[in-house]
């Protein structure tokens, strides 16, 4: 299958003592506790980004978007995912990407509808797959102390 390629992405993040938003695939999830984190936290967006710059060969986002960088603070991930899109534009397209959002709580599955629309909406396509985990209380995931995600992209170079 010649051209293309395919990349993995990951990231995690611990819930915040802090009153915060959680965000997830773009989408403002009603919630007690948001996650700690130098963006907004969205570890489905940060996952899918790394995954498409792990195809592209592009890095990924620590890259472009540092933790120690003032800039970095606080900063929307759909505009992560713009700037990734800009780097891939004419040069890739983007055929699937499949999530594994992995957390106990909150009880995401009444938001997937949601979070699906935002995701094709931000990626600019409906070959996109969600699907949400638990860890059946083992680990840190499972003593929900944190949310992660793994994603995989795969991409076609144009």
Do not use: W
Not at 68 to 78: A, E, L, M, P, W
Not at 81 to 99: E, Y
Not at 109 to 134: D, G, M, P, W, Y
Request: hydrophobic letters at 40%.
């Amino acid at each position: 299958m010649k051209g293309y390629r395919v990349g993995l992405g990951f990231d995690v993040h611990r819930f915040s003592k802090k009153k915060r938003p959680l965000v997830l695939g773009g989408v403002e999830i009603a919630s007690n506790f948001g996650l700690e984190a130098v963006s907004d936290g969205d570890v489905l967006l940060h996952a899918a980004s790394d995954a498409i710059c792990g195809a592209c060969a592009l890095g990924d986002i620590g890259d472009y978007f540092p933790p120690q960088n003032i800039k970095s603070k606080g900063i929307d991930s759909r505009k992560i995912v713009q700037f990734i899109l800009k780097k891939i534009k004419n040069k890739f397209n983007i055929i699937n990407i499949d999530a594994t959002i992995i957390t106990e709580k909150p009880k995401l599955s009444v938001h997937k509808k949601r979070i699906l629309t935002s995701l094709r909406e931000i990626f600019q396509t409906k070959a996109i797959n969600v699907k949400i985990k638990s860890k059946e209380g083992l680990d840190i995931l499972g003593s929900k102390k944190a949310i992660s995600c793994l994603a995989l992209a795969v991409v076609k170079k144009c």
